[in-house]
């Protein structure tokens, strides 16, 4: 499949800003340049077209033109964050990376070779595509890392047709799905992508005044913490056009207060998964989590109350796990949604259900309700199994300043027994000893014991 006219069409913008990193500004054709920098680079290293290679780092002009020069390359992209060593090292053994970048915080960067062993079948016969690739490693509902493997060129696919060029803060990386849609959706248009170091509240609210951001693609975890930090109140913040969150549910609470605060920026619900990429979604309003997703290039259908989303922009597949895919080139998200004509709405994971004596309990309702409660910073439900009932509800509470846990679970209690039936209200109400947000800004719903 041809990827060039990605790149002639960020030719075309030449002396525009694409990316701005440490209050510096660099431009299209700068960008373009240090790609063919790097191309030269991973000549002499003796990089060679299908080898994968790995890259560590945040969202810097190295990793980017890097990036886009693998892509040109006709390389396999490894995309890689975590400063864990052990983590680092089975990424790399998983993905059969042949040679690892590793990007310091002044995007320096070291070259190292990887030992790879054996082969991998689909590698072996993706690479007779000659389509240059990306293996996005993540953990699924087991904890066990999956590597998938994707082709630019399907992903690109999705990317020409022009939409609007919005100067957008990187929030999630360039190893998650939501990052590399990021970074392709905004650089083909002709945006601007501003990379900031910290992630905090007070840091997002900095940047979004300092670079008059237009677009915020974040987490509902993120959101909730910069309403509760109140940092919004102390920038300008006017710039700000458009707020987009996914990556898991959105509590009602939280879009209610959000909107409050951000009245003339409209809040968008995006839905994605690895496995398929991100999808067009149309939100039925700012304070409504009922919305339209799919378009051109996705069909969707709902089994049994879970949807299943098919399209040609899919992942090739696990290197490390059996297809996910059916017969017919669907995929089953595992998310249970309500319908209602056109638009659904996401009531949680299929696989997060609570089963309470034959009852159904949606984490996400009681949590809405929870996070409501005074003194509370974040809040996680889950199942935990009970001879009589079959399962129990269990709270686990992240506080915003020490409080008597008896006076917390009758809070807690009460405001349940105030908006939820009976057998939803959590039997046990626990106080978190770490955060319950991840380094992605998600909630930690697997909590070690």
């Known amino acids: 499949m041809d990827i060039g006219w990605f790149l002639e069409r960020l030719g075309q913008f030449g002396q525009r800003t694409a990316l701005v990193w440490t209050d510096r500004e660099h431009s299209y054709a700068e960008l373009l340049a240090k790609s063919d920098a790097w191309r030269e680079v991973l000549c002499q290293q003796g990089v060679v077209i ?3 290679i790995a890259f560590q780092g945040g969202f810097s002009p190295g990793t980017t033109t890097l990036l886009l020069a693998l892509i040109a390359n006709g390389n396999i992209a490894v995309p890689l964050t975590s400063p864990s060593a052990s983590e680092r090292e ?11 970048f590793q ?47 994707h082709s630019f060129a ?13 100067r957008t803060l990187a929030f999630l990386l360039l190893d998650h799905i939501g990052g590399i849609n990021t970074l392709l959706n905004i650089l083909g248009n002709g945006g601007t992508v501003v990379s900031l170091r ?10 979004i005044e300092r670079y008059r951001v237009q677009l915020l693609p ?7 913490m910069l309403l509760i930090s109140e940092a919004y109140k102390k920038f300008d913040l006017s710039s700000l056009e458009l707020i987009s969150y996914g990556t898991e549910p959105m509590p009602p609470a939280t879009l209610e207060e959000l909107h409050r605060v951000f009245p003339n920026a409209r809040l968008k ?9 991100i999808l067009p979604t149309k939100s039925e309003g700012n304070d409504s989590l009922w919305l339209a997703v799919g378009g051109d290039g996705y069909q969707t259908k709902i089994v049994d109350g879970v949807l299943w989303i098919r399209t040609a922009s899919a992942m090739i597949g696990y290197l490390n796990a059996p297809s996910p895919f059916d017969g017919e080139g669907w995929f089953n998200t595992g998310d249970v949604v309500e319908r209602r004509g056109e638009l659904i709405r996401f009531l949680g994971r299929k696989s997060e259900i609570i089963n309470i004596g034959g009852e159904k309990v949606f984490p996400a309702e009681v949590e809405n309700v929870i996070q409501q409660v005074e003194n509370v ?16 509800v269990v709270a686990t509470v992240e506080l915003a300043r020490p409080e008597d846990p008896d006076a917390l679970e009758a809070r807690v209690r009460a405001a349940c027994l105030a908006r939820l039936a009976p057998y939803k209200v959590p039997a046990l109400i626990e106080v978190a000893s770490d955060a319950l947000c991840s380094q992605r800004f998600k909630k930690i719903r697997k909590l070690k014991r």
């Open 50 to 52: 299908g080898q994968c």
């Open 90 to 100: 089975r990424s790399l053994r998983i993905s059969q990376s042949d040679c690892l």
């Open 103 to 149: 990007f310091s915080h002044d995007d320096s960067w070291t070259f190292s070779r990887c030992s790879v062993e054996g082969k991998n079948p689909l590698l072996e016969e993706f690479r007779l595509t000659g389509d240059p690739g990306l293996i996005l490693l993540s953990s699924g509902s087991t904890g066990e890392t999956k590597a998938s493997l």
């Open 154 to 166: 399907r992903l690109m696919a999705n990317y020409r047709k022009p939409r609007a060029a919005y």
């Open 198 to 207: 910290e992630r905090t509240p007070e840091a997002i609210c900095r940047g």
């Open 218 to 224: 974040t987490t509902p975890t993120f959101l909730r």
């Open 269 to 277: 619900q995006t839905y994605g998964l690895t496995e398929v990429g």
């Open 377 to 392: 910073k974040e809040v996680t439900v889950r199942g935990r199994p009970n001879a009589i009932t079959g399962n129990i």
